[in-house]
DNA sequence: ATGAAAGCGCTAACAG
DNA sequence: CTGTTAGCGCTTTCAT
């Protein structure tokens, strides 16, 4: 069977009180007792039930993690900075995918309340209003990355999207690129919303017309960035270049192209958004809006961990600047 | 305040027992005393507490996954293929990177045993014997997934890697390769073992004589990938071929070949291990000795299942046969 | 069909 | 410094 408070206490002649305290280092226990419960628990290899002790209200140092896809690379890494930072922090990762779907947010969030997690990292996209703010109410720490929810005080930390989006924009204009086509994720997504507001600034203050139809609205996948290429590139008066709002979405308009006979960055410049690991693997190297996603993993969990805390502060919105990073898939448009 | 089994009791005028029986669908209830209860728990928003039914005995429906690396993308499509089986089974995971570290490894099996998770699927490779055997004594569902701990009596479910190997060097000997170099993963991991061995079996198979010193040892990165095959490459008679055992170190080997001005596939042909994501993305698109990874996501979930559900059928293992993926990483050696 | 009560393993007063 | 005891929220006999 499994070994308990009881047991330990038992075999060092002790009360469980006493074992209580030694294992959480509360109350004064003499140097001599304290040496031979942690003898005896060694020696019966004790292992304190975590369910048992947040049961009497203490923390289960578990935090879940709800992200569209995990073998999406973007939200891989995430996943995998923030896992980094709670480790050190001293709790576990519980995640969840949630392919966008707001019903499976739900399903899940009730999931972990039910789980009694400490907190909450939220890098899904759709989450309603409602089922967050119903975490707020219940006090269940909230912290959201690399989304924005702007009408809630939810702790955040997220990339400036517009800006990125603007950068994206003005580097392409600065190499004398006039059509430039987008490839916009799901536009229910304020961060996809923003990166194409960034790209529409770019393209007025350089004075250049904006088309409309320029703009394809895709879903996350290179398959789906594929075909929104596709489309773009049959067009009459065909874009020389195309802003994508994703790396996946990027590589499926490389794909698209190559189809169509047009070399990159030659005939076309791409350029994409997050800076995963496939932005650096595609050839040619993707030009990309970079997340500081290791960055951004620290500064959501350092958030959360105040929240759990207890401190009252006001919510914080951690917004970081992106960068472009210039690689060969982008070049000057053709005179 | 949290609402919980009492409050629901009181407002339904009914006992806690009754509560916990409609809950639990056990007992027997009238409909008329069923439908109330129901109600009240919407009314109130209850969510029964997954801790504390855990304490009386009953699961808590997670399970802890342990992977090297989660932002590595091989992990992370297995990470994910678990991930869904286990939601249509109704459980969640608490998913743990481990970076192959032993220390790690056992520090987060004791954990996920405070924890009482219903299970652990393993992923991580060094494992030790000792922390496994602990798990299996203590009655936890234990079940491996890609490696092989073949001491134990574990449920596992794995490729056959030493067919990868055979088919990966087979494939480059039926091209006139004949110095075929191996970029390998840590030696201390039984898969690459056996990968290699697939290669060796294959090159004597063929009368071509072993040369140890193309085999090179490496870590998990492009950078280690990088690295030995650049060491390889500038070997007096360099290969015209590398076997790298896992994509990450193919693509390593495809940019050190890039280094040195050989061209891929004309001047060296490359195979990888795995089929990732990145396989189709690289350029030119790695051939790969392929593993089937959401079905042996699916695998592992259903065979953990059978344990969970205490079945007491002796292990099993699962081996699947890889599959090559040709792309344009190879070609015909030059005669 | 329903309820009373004894735990599950641990924490936190409180008493001694 | 150490022990007694009352919960934490739920499940499960066992009565009624």
């Known amino acids: 069977m499994k070994v308990t408070i009881y047991d330990v206490a038992k075999v060092a002649k002790v009360s469980i009180a006493t074992v209580s305290k030694v294992i959480n280092q509360t109350g004064s226990i003499s140097e001599k007792t304290r040496n031979r419960v942690l003898k005896v628990m060694e020696d019966l290899n004790y292992k304190p039930s975590v369910v048992a002790s947040a049961l009497t209200g203490k923390r289960t140092n578990t935090v879940g993690l709800l992200i569209p896809d995990l073998a999406n690379p973007f939200f891989a890494e995430i996943a995998r900075s923030v896992e980094d930072r709670g480790h050190e922090a001293g709790f576990n990762l519980m995640i969840c995918s949630t392919d ?83 490839v916009a994720e799901d536009l229910r997504l304020l961060s996809s919303q923003e990166r194409v507001r960034g790209y529409r600034h770019a393209l007025e203050e350089a004075g250049v017309a904006i088309d409309d139809g320029l703009v394809r609205v895709s ?74 996603i290791v960055n951004m993993g620290r500064q959501v969990v350092d958030l959360l961990i105040e929240e759990m805390q207890g401190e009252e502060k006001p919510a914080r919105r951690v917004v970081l600047l992106p960068r472009l990073v210039e ?8 005179s």
Do not use: W
Request: hydrophobic share 45%; with cysteine; net charge negative.
């Open 219 to 292: 879903d996350f996948t290179i398959e789906g960035g594929r075909r929104a290429a596709l489309e773009l590139l049959q067009l009459p008066d065909r874009p020389t270049a195309l802003f994508a709002c994703n790396d996946l979405l990027a590589i499926g308009a490389m794909r698209a192209a190559k189809e169509l006979g047009l070399a990159i960055p030659e005939d076309l410049s791409v350029v994409g958004f997050d800076n995963t690991i496939l932005a650096e693997i595609v050839d040619p190297g993707l030009t990309t809006v970079a997340q500081p």
């Open 100 to 182: 966008n779907d707001p019903d499976k947010e739900s399903e899940y969030i009730s999931l972990m309340r039910r789980k009694s997690v400490d907190g909450i990292i939220l890098a899904s996209g759709l989450i309603s209003d409602t089922a967050v703010k119903q975490l707020i109410d219940h006090q269940i720490p909230v912290a959201v990355i690399a989304r924005d929810l702007p009408v809630l005080a939810v702790n955040a930390v997220l990339v400036d999207d517009f800006a990125g989006g603007y950068m994206a924009a003005s580097h392409l204009l600065s190499l004398g690129h006039r059509r430039i086509g987008v």
């Open 327 to 334: 690689r060969n898939s982008t070049a000057p448009a053709r």
